[in-house]
């Protein structure tokens, strides 16, 4: 792997092992560009999910898929059958295909697919950003909206011209750096409660992303720039528990749809059915969404979408030192519902919203 040589100098660097040069957007964009039929499913997936948030349609838009990508193969496989179930319960349900690839990590570990895409420390990211890239217009070709994770400062440069949908999570709505990026992401922002479960960061970091800001980038040519935005106008916010526990029961729905309306947004509420709302337990992730769609049912019209992380298989592993020994399509992150029964959940809500018209 070429690298630049390392600066010297008595106040600077001193931690830093070598500079490797990355390729720019421009160049990653010419040489994997957003095709037409992905460009077609990218500005439909967002004016969806954008008419959903708002009121104009009565659909749930529904986010469903690995907890994180880690075989790009695998998520093909996984992308081909979600299309197809899609296809199957469009009128009820906008349905759009998680590819998250960049992790946090609350210490240490495997940071994603973005960064380490071959899972072995080396950290390719020239690596990361093309298979990345790739997989997302493949996903998109097919007719399925792609929602990710903003994290990266850097990423959306690269990619977001492939996004339907796009989070903040637990650890990144409070931060400033990320709420102003998310000012300028051009698809709908959900943002989560933070990681103690109060629901006010959520609500004041879509104020903070709806007004205009000013920040550090890089432009299409890789070089160093100060962006201005307008803001983001379709920020939502989405439950996912938290220390005290799950947040997706009556109350707290209720307390997300008054706060937004205090801060002069419109309700719009998204519950997420894995982390704290599930107690990291994948099995549970089915009463949640029960449960949720059943306040849907009744009545509830501040809840716009759900959360469901879902893969191939069911569970989690561990990543082996034997690459050969992963099993396909288990995460190696949280633990995701499997295929079987992530269509058999769809379906569900589909019947049922069928048999409960708006």
Same mark, same amino acid.
């Given at each position: 792997m070429t690298h630049f040589p390392l600066p010297t100098g008595r106040t600077e660097n001193l931690n830093v092992t070598g500079f490797t040069p990355l390729v720019t957007p421009r160049e990653l964009k010419r040489a994997l560009p957003l095709t037409p039929a992905a460009e077609r499913t990218?500005?439909?997936? =967002? *004016? !969806?999910?954008?008419? +959903?948030?708002? /009121?104009?349609?009565?659909?749930?838009?529904?986010?469903? #898929?690995?907890?994180?990508?880690?075989?790009? #193969?695998?998520?093909?496989?996984?992308?081909? *059958?979600?299309? *197809?179930?899609?296809? =199957?319960?469009? %009128?009820?349900?906008?349905?759009?295909?998680?590819?998250?690839?960049?992790?946090? =990590?609350?210490?240490?570990?495997? *940071? #994603?697919?973005?960064?380490?895409?071959?899972? @072995?420390?080396? %950290?390719?990211? %020239?690596? /990361?950003?093309?298979? @990345? =890239?790739?997989?997302? +217009?493949?996903?998109?070709?097919?007719?399925?909206?792609? !929602? @990710?994770?903003?994290?990266?400062?850097?990423a959306p440069q690269y990619l977001f011209d492939a996004v339907a949908w796009a989070c903040l999570g637990a650890r990144t709505a409070e931060s400033q750096?990320?709420?102003?990026? !998310?000012?300028?992401?051009s698809a709908p922002m959900g943002f989560k409660n933070g990681t103690g479960g109060g629901l006010k960061l959520a609500v004041d970091a879509i104020v903070a992303a709806s007004h205009p800001h000013a920040f550090f980038t890089v432009d299409d040519d890789g070089r160093a720039c100060i962006v201005h935005t307008k803001g983001n106008p379709d920020g939502h916010v989405i439950l996912r528990g938290g220390r005290s526990g799950p947040n997706y029961a009556p109350p707290f729905v209720q307390e997300a749809a008054e706060l937004m309306r205090a801060a002069g947004l419109i309700p719009a509420v998204m519950v997420d059915c894995s982390h704290a709302n599930s107690g990291s337990d994948h099995t549970r992730q089915a009463l949640v969404w029960r449960d949720v769609l059943g306040q849907r049912l009744a009545g509830q019209t501040a809840l716009k979408g759900l959360m469901l992380e879902s893969n191939l298989r069911p569970g989690k592993q561990p990543i082996p030192a034997d690459l050969t020994q992963l099993q396909p399509g288990v995460s190696v992150t949280d633990a995701c519902v499997g295929w079987d029964e992530t269509e058999a959940l769809l379906l569900w809500a589909h019947a049922a919203l069928e048999g409960h018209p708006s």
């Open positions: 990218v500005l439909a997936g =967002r *004016r !969806a999910a954008q008419d +959903i948030l708002h /009121g104009r349609d009565d659909r749930l838009l529904v986010v469903v #898929g690995p907890c994180s990508v880690h075989d790009f #193969g695998q998520a093909a496989e996984y992308a081909e *059958r979600l299309a *197809r179930l899609r296809a =199957r319960v469009q %009128n009820r349900l906008e349905v759009q295909m998680r590819v998250y690839v960049d992790k946090p =990590r609350t210490t240490v570990g495997w *940071r #994603g697919a973005l960064i380490d895409p071959d899972m @072995t420390g080396a %950290n390719d990211m %020239n690596a /990361g950003l093309r298979r @990345t =890239r790739e997989l997302m +217009i493949r996903v998109c070709e097919l007719g399925l909206p792609v !929602a @990710t994770e903003l994290l990266d400062p850097f750096t990320h709420r102003v990026m !998310a000012s300028a992401v």
